[in-house]
């Protein structure tokens, strides 16, 4: 069997939902279907997530949210009005969205969950309904019913492995389940999302828990590029793609695919297949645990991510001080902050972390707390940080791709702030300067993939 997630693209209005329909229909064994709340329906449009942001952020401030409140609605009501739904079977979904700001939360974190949440469970609700109406048996199952359980973290939970268990029983499911995306419930019940994207998770748990033989994740795409479309026009597809390579890729900027929705897949050993909803007869790009070499092509894809920021530390014989780097961990220990590289020298070493963790109040108290602690020579943050990735599993086995990226860099006139190769030779990472991040994915993109 399979399991098949639609993101919000696939679901921005009752014509998308048309071909969502014949998808499912075209194969039987796609038996559980994950949705996204509706998305963007132009490049101008606001995702309805988004709208339910604006919604929460509306309430907590005790201003006006009525037109918003419609706006929502109105998302909604276009689907319904679609495929026929009467005034009455659309009730339960306006009052719903009409009753959010009465429920009590534990707090306004609580609140925004729930709010963000109810984008996908109106949502999957309203397709279960349209599905039943065209004639596929289906119903709609809540994530709590699933027995998806996550961390009590409200905007950016973990599913926690006794979820999988409790799923077993939906295996054999009669008729096929409707699954809302990126939110699930801790263990008092109450409402947590993933972090932005997360519907791809909730697909990955899914397949995982119902044992899918395979997981399609359909989207505006006709497959993962070598190269985010946005930054090179038609660029390399790529047909088959490790899960190392996925991860290291999305997590710096291939936003594609979820990176935490890779852990379930590769927990389950389930391939996941990337495809288009607006066009299901190209193939996509598959990924999974192994694949033949490609020796024309030892990179997969190349990135860039300009979330991060980058804390430089200098301190002469650094290389000599015993537990220098325990002191630096143990102060963001103390601050909650974890780290994402740490690339160092014999007297200096920076510290790249995602720009979300910071606040400007924050870095302040940090940057004191870390002169206490360690007295560098000299210590700055550099915000204008970005991280160029070149990503594939061939790298390992190829001689000169070092060379290859640093002259195609050079050649472009990039500075380089940073070079890292990770232990596991699959990537290697470079820091420039936020607006050189995308000629730098373009001069890398011309020497690895331009010569055929
Ligand atoms: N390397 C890549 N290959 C394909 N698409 C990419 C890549 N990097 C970024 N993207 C972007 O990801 C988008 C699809 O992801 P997303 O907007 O989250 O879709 P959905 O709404 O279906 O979840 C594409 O339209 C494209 O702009
Ligand atoms: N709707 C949520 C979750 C999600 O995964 O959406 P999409 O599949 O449209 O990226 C968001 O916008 O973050």
Redesign the pocket.
Known sequence: MKVIK?????LASSQQLRKVIEIVEDDPTRRCVVV?AP?KRNPADTKVTDLLIRYADQVIAGSDYTNVQQEIIARYQEIALGFNLTPEEFAPIKRAILNLPLKKYQNNTYLMAAFKAHGERLNAQLIARVFNIVGIAAQYLDPKDAGMVVTDVPDDAQILQESYANMRKWQNNAQVLVVPGFFAYNANGEICTFSR?G??ITGAVMARGLNADLYEN????D????????IVAH?HAIAHMTFREMRE?SYA?????HDEALIPAIQGDIAVNVRN?NHPQAPGTIISARIKPNKDYPVR?I?ASKRFCGLYISKYLLNKEVGFTRKVLDVLYKFNISYEHMPSGIDDITIIMSEDNLTPELEQSLMAEMQTAIQPDEMHMIHDYAIVMVVGEGMHDTIGIMAKATKALAQAGIRLQMINQGASEISIMFGVAQDEANQAVAALYNEFFQHD
């Open positions: 639609f993101g919000g693209s696939s996204s998305g994207g519907s791809d359909f989207t505006d795409v497959a993962i590029y070598s190269v985010n479309p946005n660029p890729l900027g291939f936003s594609v695919f909803t894809g990135t």
